[in-house]
Nanobody, 117 residues
Framework: QVQLVESGGGSVQAGGSLRLSCAASGGTFSTHVMGWYRQAPGKQREFVAHITSDAITTYADSVKGRFTISRDNAKDIVYLQMNSLKPEDTAVYYC???????????WGQGTRVTVSS
C-alpha cells in the first residue's frame, strides 16, 4: 500500500513562491498518476494538477501558468512548484495517487499553504 507524505507548505506573501514535495513509499509509484488537490476553508476539495507516468500534465485553469507539477520516479517524489501566489491559493494541499485502470485513489495527510496580501 502506497503511503504519501507532503512537505513544503508554509506562509508566504502574495507574489511569492513555494515548492511542495510529496514522498511516496510502499508501492509502484512510477506507474501511478500523481496529483495535487487543495481544500480552502469552507470549500470543497478541488483539483490542482496531475501528472501521468509518462509526464503528461494537466492543470486547473486557476493555476495554469503559475504552478508546475513534476515527478522524479527514481526518488518516488512528486513536486508542485507554485509561483506568483495569490491569497486565493490559501488552502491545505493534498497529494494523491491513482492506480492505473482502477478507481483506487490514495491520499497524503496534507500540507497547509497560507498566502497573505
Amino acid at each position: 500500500q502506497v503511503q504519501l507524505v507532503e512537505s513544503g507548505g508554509g506562509s508566504v506573501q502574495a507574489g511569492g513562491s513555494l515548492r511542495l514535495s510529496c514522498a511516496a513509499s510502499g508501492g509502484t509509484f512510477s506507474t501511478h498518476v500523481m496529483g495535487w488537490y487543495r481544500q480552502a476553508p469552507g470549500k470543497q476539495r478541488e483539483f490542482v494538477a496531475h501528472i501521468t507516468s509518462d509526464a503528461i500534465t494537466t492543470y486547473a485553469d486557476s493555476v495554469k501558468g503559475r504552478f508546475t507539477i513534476s515527478r522524479d520516479n527514481a526518488k518516488d517524489i512528486v513536486y508542485l512548484q507554485m509561483n506568483s501566489l495569490k491569497p486565493e491559493d490559501t488552502a491545505v494541499y493534498y497529494c494523491s495517487g491513482l492506480i492505473p485502470y482502477t478507481r483506487i485513489q490514495y491520499w497524503g495527510q496534507g500540507t497547509r499553504v497560507t498566502v497573505s496580501s
